[in-house]
């Protein structure tokens, strides 16, 4: 038995729009706010007129673009909050958000620097990830784990800083390390662990590694050094910036 045509023609637009929407982030991380929807519906491999159905200007689509980031970062809080102790929970959650911020700074420049478009889903979604954060924070703090004289905006600070620092340090692994000794700032004097280091859990910065040129997640590899890039394309792209445009003499 076949789906009605209406079913399909569903699924389809959604299939478009989840396809356009990765496409966006991609272009917006790699090329700046400036990029054109034609360039954005090429890469998701779909005509312009798509693009133009789904998100009729571009400040729309950006929108959406970080509508769709907070929001999995909300199921993120979720998952963790599921999967662990508070304490563990809230830390991971934290090295989360600064790993998947990872490569948008041109996207976040334009939100902070734009005040005219319209914005009603990204305030709704700010205020799910606003209360996530919230309930990981107080939970951690009443386990004994996290300084009681923190509040989530100072977190939410500390994290924006957090992204920022493992942006400028060249070496990956020596980023994830000054990112974990700025989050250790936030642990209760009695609950630091020997060391002073984090529990490695799913999830975090070490654990969920992601392609240096375009932020695709990788697979953790059990043994060798770890992946940079998540295929060939990557590794090329990387390569080329690294050398430069070919000059002639």
């Excluded at 005509?47 to 571009?58: E, L, M, N």
């Excluded at 529990?199 to 654990?207: F, I, K």
């Excluded at 953790?220 to 430069?244: F, L």
Aim: proline share 5%; with cysteine; glycine share 8%.
């Amino acid at each position: 038995m076949t789906a009605p045509p209406h079913d399909v023609g569903r699924a389809d637009a959604r299939r478009n729009r989840t396809k356009v929407l990765a496409a966006a982030s991609r272009a917006f991380d790699e090329h700046g706010p400036d990029v054109s929807l034609g360039v954005i519906a090429r890469q998701a491999g779909v005509g312009a007129g798509t693009v133009y159905r789904h998100f009729p200007s571009k400040e729309i689509l950006l929108e959406a673009v970080f509508v769709q980031h907070i929001d999995d970062l909300v199921d993120a809080a979720r998952r963790w909050t599921a999967r662990t102790d508070p304490v563990a929970a809230f830390f991971g959650f934290l090295l989360e958000v600064v790993d998947t911020s990872h490569g948008r700074k041109h996207a976040c420049d334009a939100l902070t620097t734009e005040t005219s478009w319209p914005r009603p889903s990204l305030a709704a979604s700010a205020r799910r990830f606003r209360q996530a954060l919230d309930e990981l924070l107080r939970a951690a703090q009443q386990f004994g784990g996290v300084r009681t004289d923190v509040s989530a905006d100072d977190v939410a600070a500390l994290t924006v800083g957090c992204a920022t620092i493992r942006g400028a340090h060249r070496d990956r692994n020596g980023g994830t390390r000054m990112v974990r000794l700025a989050l250790e700032s936030l642990r209760s004097p009695g609950s630091v662990t020997e060391g002073r280091v984090f529990r490695d859990v799913p999830g975090t910065l070490h654990a969920a590694p992601r392609c240096e040129q375009c932020g695709a997640r990788l697979d953790a590899r059990p043994t060798g050094r770890p992946a940079r890039y998540c295929g060939a394309t990557c590794r090329q792209r990387a390569r080329r910036r690294r050398i430069g445009p070919a000059t002639t003499s």
